[in-house]
């Protein structure tokens, strides 16, 4: 599976230490370096392919917001900090997730999934792994295997060509997190790979042996997809 480098600019040691022990945890991650101060960092940025950045907000010198826009092409970035009160003006920066401390490693997971989504769609590929949260574990998933979600409660279940899983993320979160335009909201509680359906009628749509209901919210959308692959 491809691995992504990555690169930490933090100032604070143990805020430092937690990324690092979090990342870790996720095979297809390698961190390439890490800084304290984000000037130091601009060769390793500038000299390397860098594909996810997890910049903390308050930094010697400036904060990670007016570091990012001195950047020209900067890669998918993670915004790290203890004041959520940023959190707009960074989505308007266009970081790839902000996350406030102290965060969970379930968090952590969400962000990189979002990440690599993001890179994957710079470069033209398709991720072929996800990482999902199950109870204490992060399980690698073949994106290509997934048949469908469903929602419980705050928790999703997700069906593969050989195993089901239930997975700490809420339905929408996880839809999020997979390639855009693989997969189609059918239900409020359902989504489903594209790929993967075989037959639909005028309330359910099938994949392999499962009968998945079609909502009256997404019928319209259901539609669509017919008439495209007519």
Not at 131 to 140: A, H, N, Q
Request: proline share 6%.
């Amino acid at each position: 599976m491809p691995t992504y480098r990555c690169l930490i600019i933090e100032d604070d040691d143990v805020a430092q230490q937690f990324l690092r022990n979090y990342l870790k945890r996720l095979p297809h991650l390698e961190v390439v370096s890490v800084f304290t101060n984000p000037l130091d960092a601009l060769p390793t940025l500038y000299n390397n392919e860098i594909d996810l950045l997890f910049l903390d907000m308050h930094l010697p010198g400036m904060d990670g917001l007016d570091f990012l826009s001195s950047l020209k092409n900067p890669p998918k970035v993670v915004l790290t900090t203890a004041d959520p009160a940023y959190a707009l003006n960074a989505y308007e920066a266009g970081v790839t997730d902000y996350l406030v401390k102290p965060y969970t490693f379930e968090r952590l997971l969400k962000a990189v999934n979002r990440a690599i989504s993001g890179v994957a769609a710079t470069t033209g590929s398709i991720p072929r792994h996800i990482f999902l949260k199950t109870g204490r574990e992060s399980v690698r998933v073949v994106i290509s295997e997934i048949l469908y979600a469903e929602a419980l409660g705050a928790l999703s279940k997700v069906y593969t060509s050989t195993t089901v899983l239930v997975v700490s993320e809420l339905l929408a979160d996880l839809h999020e997190q997979l390639p855009p335009g693989e997969f189609i909201r059918v239900h409020k509680s359902y989504i489903v790979a594209r790929q993967c359906i075989s037959k639909i009628s005028s309330k359910f749509i099938s994949v392999q042996q499962y009968q998945i209901p079609i909502g009256a919210t997404y019928r319209n959308q259901v539609e669509n997809l017919i008439q495209v692959n007519r």
